[in-house]
Structure formats: structure tokens, C-alpha cells
């Protein structure tokens, strides 16, 4: 048959209603636990001998029908899915790397993610270092003998610096190190990393692939080797698991994720040159601006330049703490991919755990916001900015 369109993947894609009583919508098995047939039933599980579900950290039916579609979106053999977007990224990295290995990171992450790299040096001396990746020799010069992972976001978060996943993936490839891209910006919608040659994906499924701002999950695609053995150690044993019902409602956003983010697109387009022709703005980044620098990547591996715009104001962090406090239609919130428009103060809230000096070489400033354009009308968004920033 046919391969099919995205769009009818995040529809259709891993649930065949005649598996499930001709039920148009994926049940939901809220069960903590399943029952054996009989007593050999039950060992032949637990050996592996037998396919079947045991109990709802090991596997629930509506969590496998998330896991499935996403792989299919990703173009990736299997996915697994966790309770947080932390616990996929933990999860991924703790199966990746042991005591004296070393992590190479794009120039920047998110804070809890930074956290989470602290934590691993301090704890059991895994190492990091944080690099620009613009070019070959970029990536080459940072590598050491005991790199065992790439770890990129593109864009990152919240600079909105680009980096070129081919590239990267090239130089890695040449080495045997795997490439782990957190591609919560963009969802698969936008930007495919594994078909650009990189290994494994990470969403914080709370953003885009909810879209509704009521759900905390975490998603992971990669080959199939790879997250059995993730599935069998560090998502088993630490337990950071999906909660079926969590699984049901990211079913539920993922059927409007194309129409959602074609929304966003739109807006935060028209919202990025509104804002660079205020007087009070000092600098917008955005992916989908020609005059960025990164604009060449963007227009390369992204489908949309993507939903979210960071942008400076003149004046001070109070300056700027004023002015989302004039904000009436826009949330002051972290997160991002919902319907509301959300604006938050990067330094004193998600990357308020990186120490000053690492946000500032990151480009993180104290003047830095980051707007994630909802689904408003983006007239109604923009009268909301201008009038803060019209007073600022």
C-alpha cells in the first residue's frame, strides 16, 4: 500500500479498529495491571516467551498505540513514551553513557536539562562541554576519546540558535557516536532529525504533541535495538512511565497537530516583523527571519521556521519583567505549544538553575523573552505586545 500523508498518520496511524471492537477511538485501559489465563501463561510472559501485556509500567495497549504513531511520524522503527519530557532525556542519556564518559552538547539546553548534565558530573563523572556545531571541524575539534553521545536541540531553547543536523550527524556517523536531537520545537511536523541521520528523538510531549496545556509526558524514537534496550533498563527499573490516561490524551492532540502548527506558523511569522519594527524591541530571533544567520539551516531541515519567537527589549530585566506584567491576552507561563500565548523570562525562570556566566555565553540575556505564539488571531495577540511595549 501506499505510503500516506503525515496528516493521516497522526490520525490513523498504529490503531486498527477491528483490534479494538470497531471502536473509532482508541480505548483507554486504565489499568495498573493485567490478568493471565492461567499460571504458564504468566511465566511465559515474564520469560519473554509469549507477547502480551503484564502490568502498566512494562506496557498498557493505549500507551502502545501512542508509541507506535509516533515511530510511524518520526520515520523511526519503535518509540516509547515516559511520564515527563525529563524522563525520556534521562532516560535515553543514563542508557547511553556510563562513569568517565564524556557528552557533547549544542550551545545550550534547556535548564533542567543542564541540571540534569550537573547532576551526571557530579554524581557518577560524566562529563559535557557545550559547543556552537557550526561547522565539521567545529564538532571534529570538540570531540574526545570518550565522547559517547551528541546531544543537540534545534533550536535551542531559548536562543533559537540552529544547528545543521546533516553536518553533525556526518561527523558522528564517521566516528560511531549517537546522535540524540530534543525535537520538542518543532515536532515531527516541522523537522524529521532521524531522517536527517541522527539516531535518536526526544519530545517533551507536554508542548506541541499535547497542544492543550493538560498533560506532562515525555516521547522517545529511535531503532528498535536501541530502545529495547531502554525499555528493559532504564524506563523499567527507574520507572518514569506514561500514565495510559496521559497516552489517550496526547492521542487525542496529536489528530490536530498539522493544523495546529500551521496556526502557529502563521502567527509567529507575522508577530516576528511586527516586533522588529517596534522601537522598543532591541532584537527578535527567529528561525524564519532572512537575515538570521541560521536562516540557510532553517530553510534546509524545517519544514516551518516553528511557533516560537525569543526577542529583547531595550532597558533592564525590570524593563522587561514590566512590560509581560502590562501583558492582558498573554499568559505569564512556562511551556510552550498550547493555544494560549505564553511569554516567560528565560534567566530568572527555565534557565534560572544555569549559573549567570553560562546563560550569558549561551546568549541568554537579562532583557531575553520567549513568546510561544498560540492559536489566537494573531491581530488580537499583537494589540496585546503593542500596548506593553508601546508604554515601555
Known amino acids: 500500500m501506499k505510503k500516506k500523508q503525515f496528516e493521516t498518520e497522526v490520525i490513523h496511524g498504529g490503531y486498527n479498529t477491528e483490534d479494538y471492537h470497531d471502536s473509532l477511538v482508541p480505548p483507554l485501559f486504565q489499568t495498573s495491571t493485567f490478568t493471565f489465563s492461567n499460571a504458564k501463561q504468566g511465566e511465559r510472559r515474564f520469560a519473554g516467551e509469549e507477547e502480551g501485556f503484564i502490568y502498566s509500567r512494562l506496557g498498557n495497549p493505549t ?26 532525556v534521562s532516560a535515553v542519556l543514563f542508557s547511553l553513557v556510563k562513569s568517565g564518559d564524556h557528552i557533547l552538547c549544542s550551545k545550550g539546553v534547556y535548564g533542567c536539562t543542564f541540571g540534569l548534565l550537573q547532576l551526571m558530573e ?3 563523572n560524566i562529563q559535557h562541554d557545550f559547543s556552537l556545531m557550526e561547522t565539521e571541524e567545529n564538532v571534529q575539534n570538540a570531540l574526545r576519546p570518550n565522547t559517547a553521545c551528541i546531544y543537540i536541540e534545534t533550536p535551542i531553547n531559548p536562543t533559537m540558535k540552529l ?10 556517523r564517521e566516528k560511531g557516536i549517537p546522535v540524540v536531537v530534543d525535537n520538542t520545537f ?16 526526544i519530545h517533551s510531549a507536554t508542548k506541541y504533541i499535547c497542544g492543550h496545556g493538560d498533560v506532562v509526558a515525555g ?5 528498535e535495538d536501541f530502545l529495547n534496550k ?14 495510559p490516561f496521559d497516552a489517550w490524551l ?13 496556526r502557529h506558523c502563521e502567527n509567529a511569522e507575522k508577530l516576528a516583523k511586527a516586533l522588529a519594527a517596534h522601537p522598543a524591541v532591541e532584537q527578535v530571533i527567529y528561525p524564519g527571519d532572512p537575515s538570521n544567520q541560521d536562516y540557510h539551516i532553517a530553510v534546509k ?38 493555544a494560549e500565548t505564553l511569554i516567560q523570562h528565560p534567566a530568572t525562570m527555565t534557565h534560572s538553575v544555569v549559573p549567570k556566566d553560562d546563560r550569558t555565553e549561551m546568549g541568554i540575556s537579562d532583557t531575553m523573552l520567549r513568546l510561544s505564539v498560540g492559536l489566537e488571531a494573531w491581530e488580537d495577540i499583537w494589540q496585546d505586545l503593542k500596548q506593553g511595549l508601546d508604554k515601555a
Open 219 to 223: 516521547l522517545v524514537a529511535g531503532s
Open 230 to 243: 531502554v525499555a528493559r533498563t532504564t524506563q523499567k527499573d527507574i520507572g518514569g512511565i506514561i500514565s
Open 250 to 262: 496526547l492521542l487525542r492532540g496529536l489528530k490536530t497537530l498539522p493544523v495546529r502548527m500551521d
Open 63 to 88: 500507551v502502545k498505540i501512542l508509541e507506535e504513531r509516533l515511530a510511524i511520524l518520526e520515520g523511526a522503527e519503535k518509540a516509547l513514551a515516559f511520564g515527563s519530557g525529563m524522563a525520556a
Open 122 to 124: 557530579e554524581k557518577f
Open 163 to 172: 544547528v545543521d543536523l546533516q553536518m553533525v550527524a556526518k561527523v558522528a
Open 186 to 201: 518543532c515536532s515531527p511536523y516541522l523537522q524529521k532529525p532521524i531522517e536527517l541521520g541522527c539516531d535518536v528523538v
Open 301 to 338: 531541515q524545517m519544514r516551518k521556521p516553528g511557533g516560537l519567537i525569543s526577542f529583547t527589549i531595550k532597558g533592564s530585566k525590570e524593563d522587561a519583567q514590566t512590560f509581560m506584567d502590562r501583558l492582558k491576552l498573554i499568559k505569564i507561563a512556562v511551556s510552550l505549544g498550547d
